[in-house]
């Protein structure tokens, strides 16, 4: 029987194509729903459709649509939480805002960050 070798595809710099930018929202004023933008940090990713292992986290959530994205790690610089709030600059999306809903560091492989959106409410 022949052995298989499977191999991860690599991932390369030509794939981040997409601009992405993280920010929050901050109580800044006497009013509850007085909130102020602070963006944290921007960069190029890489998006695509949340695989089944990744939909499962989404069915928890009341959400209608979720996507995942590659981002390279920023390490110090920047790290993503579940407060933040993602905007992808991409015309195909109904929806450009989303919560993070899940972050795996080195995935794919060592020096990414791999992250499951789910669209903001």
Do not use: W
Not at 85 to 106: C, H, P, T
């Amino acid at each position: 029987m022949a052995q298989m070798n499977f191999k991860n595809r690599k991932v390369l710099s030509g794939d981040f194509r997409t601009p992405v930018s993280f920010f929050q929202y901050e109580n800044q004023g006497p009013y509850p729903d007085d909130f102020e933008e602070t963006n944290l940090f921007n960069c190029f990713a890489e998006t695509y459709s949340p695989s089944v292992k990744d939909r499962e986290l989404l069915g928890v959530s009341d959400s209608t649509s979720g996507l995942s994205m590659v981002i390279r790690d920023p390490y110090q610089t920047y790290t993503p939480t579940a407060k933040h709030v993602v905007k992808v600059d991409d015309f195909r999306l109904q929806k450009q805002l989303f919560d993070i809903k899940d972050v795996r560091l080195d995935t794919p492989e060592r020096g990414f960050i791999t992250l499951v959106l789910v669209e903001k409410a």
